[in-house]
């Protein structure tokens, strides 16, 4: 069942068209991230959502509730779609500690004090900072201010909360922490949410669902990994840096010269015989190692072949100038014609 429906929307600013006949629908209690590069529209199609731009034309609904329906001159108002907000630099008023910060839109809803009580109680604990209630944001670190942003938008129920870039300002491994914190508080709480970014990695944390955007509209739409395993052309794939581009020349059997191939770094590995090149054997493609670094568990070796750059992941040290072969699962090449 769809919470979020987008039906052809399109906005210009002047004579500058940024968003054209864009349609998305988001499944009730999911996640969808808007992902692309700066000036592709995202964020313009975030403040539509929220309110705070009109479109040209189009139709927006949530639920059973019309947002914005341009052939019939509706648009309601941001204060009356009941939205929840995390921003990058989480909005928290300072001088408020955190229990009040939580509690400020519920008593905006009118709500009475003991609901008041429980709602902040109850995502408090989601948020595991029960015990922080009583201090200031100042005392807080980056991790806990945006939990607590998150507890706010959380607790007043709202029909969908707007995400804008919240993992951009915290640390790289804070980042992965909280990503899946979000997942997991959004599938507690029912919640159907909507983020932006132009992080493929944080598109990859938070998404159920990512509408990759370009030029104002909607290049590519679904799953995760739908997205980065089959990339609809070669700039999704260099976008999402899905896998190694190369001109298909680079591979003797494709006939295509114009064309270029993806292949996913999972599909390359290096030969048997690359230790054993000086006695004549020639299985796999020629390559020279450019780098190879350790990272995780694994070697992420940078290689050169045919004059092109292409990664790949081996369980072994090699030095920079070494000449290897490469071997392509070729059943997993995609072709891209330029």
Known sequence: MSQLTIRQVSKSFGNSQILRDITLDVETGSIMTLLGPSGCGKTTLLRIIAGLETPDSGLIRAGDREFVDCAKG????????????????????????????????????????????????????????????????????????????????????????????????????????LGQEIRQLAQQFGQTCVNVTHDRREAQLLSDRIALMKDGVCHQYGRPEELFRAPVDSWAARFLDAGNILPARVLPELSDAKAEVMIPRSALRLADNTAKMDQGKDEGIEATVLSSLYIDDRYEVVAVVAGHPVKL??????????????????????????
């Open 74 to 177: 509706i648009i309601l108002p941001p204060q009356q779609r009941r939205l929840g907000f995390v921003f990058q630099d989480y909005g928290l008023w300072p001088h408020m500690s955190v229990a009040k910060n939580i509690a400020f839109p519920l008593k905006m809803l009118k709500l009475p004090r003991h609901e008041i009580d429980s709602r902040i109680a109850e995502v408090l604990s989601a948020v595991r900072l029960t015990e922080h209630a009583a201090k200031l944001p100042e005392q807080l670190s980056g991790g806990q201010k945006q939990r607590v942003s998150i507890a706010r938008a959380l607790a007043a129920r709202p029909t969908l909360i707007l995400f804008d870039e919240p993992l951009s300002n915290l640390d790289a491994n804070l980042r992965e922490e």
């Open 313 to 338: 992941f081996t369980d072994r040290l090699l030095s920079a100038g070494q000449p290897v072969r490469i071997n392509v699962a070729r059943e997993t090449l995609l072709s891209y014609p330029r």
